[in-house]
């Protein structure tokens, strides 16, 4: 009778492994096909991108500016040099207002100001970017009287302000309590224990905030329609139009010349590399905290 009992139990017990086993098997395989799924579409769009604009990516593309229809060659080297100088002026302005909105939020989480200041980085994150590019071409194109390279950064920066905002409050409230009271407990005033606790444990992930606030203004376009213009010859002045990687792959791709088409997919690929290789700077600065942490 024992032995039938014992026998028995290990059947069920048996039984019940394997339907664990199984239902752990399956999902790993949904998860799996959700992940095959998920890149599918980026590999696609980064195979067509390669197969469309390789062939038109040299050295003259980097180093010449466009030519007039019917002319071979050319390049974007205006485009290139002017989406650098958009970011990294829209990043010069957008940054430390964001780091440090973001610190008083996460300091001041209680107050009225501070709720104010994330509900509007919250609705600011929400509005299109034309809807910015259109707000800037009426508060700085049309006072001073023409498009500008920093018009653009002025209306890249409002795009970046929210998104570092919001990273910066998130990853502040992130950092353990402890730190702060062993500082305080120490006799470090509040202020600098802020700076030199709080905000410097919480680097690595403000970091990856920014450069992820930094590809999503790289790749904006209708800002820029409204705001820089765009530029065919060389220009780096802040007071005149300039030329972009996102305005002139759009004024390329909805033209009827094969030759300025292509150049256009030859842009979107050169400018589908930069955002990438910043992605890939992100997943470079999480890993890198991720293994200090360790």
Same mark, same amino acid.
């Given at each position: 009778?024992?032995?039938?009992?014992?026998?028995?139990?290990?059947?069920?017990?048996?039984?019940?492994?394997?339907?664990?086993?199984?239902?752990?098997?399956?999902?790993?395989?949904?998860?799996?096909?959700?992940?095959?799924?998920?890149? %599918?579409?980026?590999?696609?769009?980064?195979?067509?991108?390669?197969?469309?604009?390789?062939?038109?990516?040299?050295?003259?593309?980097?180093?010449?500016?466009?030519?007039?229809?019917?002319?071979?060659?050319?390049?974007?080297?205006?485009?290139?040099?002017?989406?650098?100088?958009?970011?990294?002026?829209?990043?010069?302005?957008? @940054?430390?207002?964001?780091?440090? #909105?973001?610190?008083? %939020?996460?300091?001041?989480?209680?107050?009225?100001?501070?709720?104010? @200041?994330?509900?509007?980085?919250?609705?600011?994150?929400?509005?299109?970017?034309?809807?910015?590019? /259109?707000?800037?071409?009426?508060?700085?194109?049309?006072?001073?009287?023409?498009?500008?390279?920093?018009?653009? #950064?002025?209306?890249?920066?409002?795009?970046?302000?929210?998104?570092?905002?919001?990273?910066?409050?998130?990853?502040?409230?992130? %950092?353990?309590?402890?730190?702060?009271?062993?500082?305080?407990?120490?006799?470090?005033?509040?202020?600098?224990?802020?700076?030199?606790? @709080?905000?410097?444990?919480?680097?690595?992930?403000?970091?990856?905030?920014?450069?992820?606030?930094?590809?999503?203004?790289?790749?904006?376009?209708?800002?820029?329609?409204?705001?820089?213009?765009?530029?065919?010859?060389?220009?780096?002045?802040?007071?005149?139009?300039?030329?972009?990687?996102?305005?002139?792959?759009?004024?390329?791709?909805?033209?009827?010349?094969?030759?300025?088409?292509?150049?256009?997919?030859?842009?979107?690929?050169?400018?589908?590399? /930069?955002?990438?290789?910043?992605?890939?700077?992100?997943?470079?600065?999480?890993?890198?905290?991720?293994?200090?942490?360790?």
């Amino acid at each position: 009778m024992d032995n039938t009992i014992a026998s028995t139990m290990r059947r069920k017990y048996a039984r019940r492994l394997f339907l664990r086993k199984l239902k752990s098997d399956l999902m790993v395989g949904l998860t799996l096909l959700a992940t095959v799924i998920a890149l %599918v579409p980026l590999f696609l769009v980064l195979g067509y991108l390669l197969s469309k604009g390789a062939s038109s990516v040299n050295w003259d593309f980097f180093t010449k500016l466009p030519v007039p229809v019917g002319q071979a060659g050319g390049g974007m080297a205006n485009a290139i040099v002017g989406t650098f100088e958009l970011v990294g002026l829209a990043s010069l302005i957008g @940054v430390p207002i964001g780091i440090g #909105a973001g610190i008083y %939020v996460a300091e001041h989480h209680g107050r009225g100001l501070a709720q104010a @200041v994330r509900f509007a980085a919250d609705i600011m994150m929400g509005i299109p970017s034309i809807v910015i590019g /259109i707000f800037v071409y009426a508060v700085v194109v049309q006072p001073v009287g023409g498009f500008s390279t920093m018009a653009g #950064a002025v209306a890249l920066a409002i795009i970046m302000i929210p998104l570092v905002t919001r990273t910066t409050e998130e990853m502040i409230l992130l %950092v353990p309590p402890e730190l702060r009271e062993a500082a305080l407990a120490l006799g470090v005033p509040d202020w600098r224990t802020t700076l030199s606790v @709080v905000v410097r444990t919480a680097t690595s992930g403000i970091a990856t905030g920014i450069i992820l606030a930094i590809a999503r203004i790289t790749g904006e376009t209708a800002p820029l329609l409204f705001t820089a213009f765009g530029n065919r010859f060389w220009s780096t002045s802040l007071t005149q139009p300039i030329a972009s990687l996102t305005v002139q792959v759009y004024t390329y791709a909805i033209s009827p010349f094969a030759s300025w088409q292509r150049q256009a997919w030859a842009g979107a690929l050169v400018l589908t590399t /930069i955002v990438l290789a910043l992605e890939i700077g992100v997943r470079w600065v999480t890993q890198g905290s991720a293994r200090a942490a360790r």
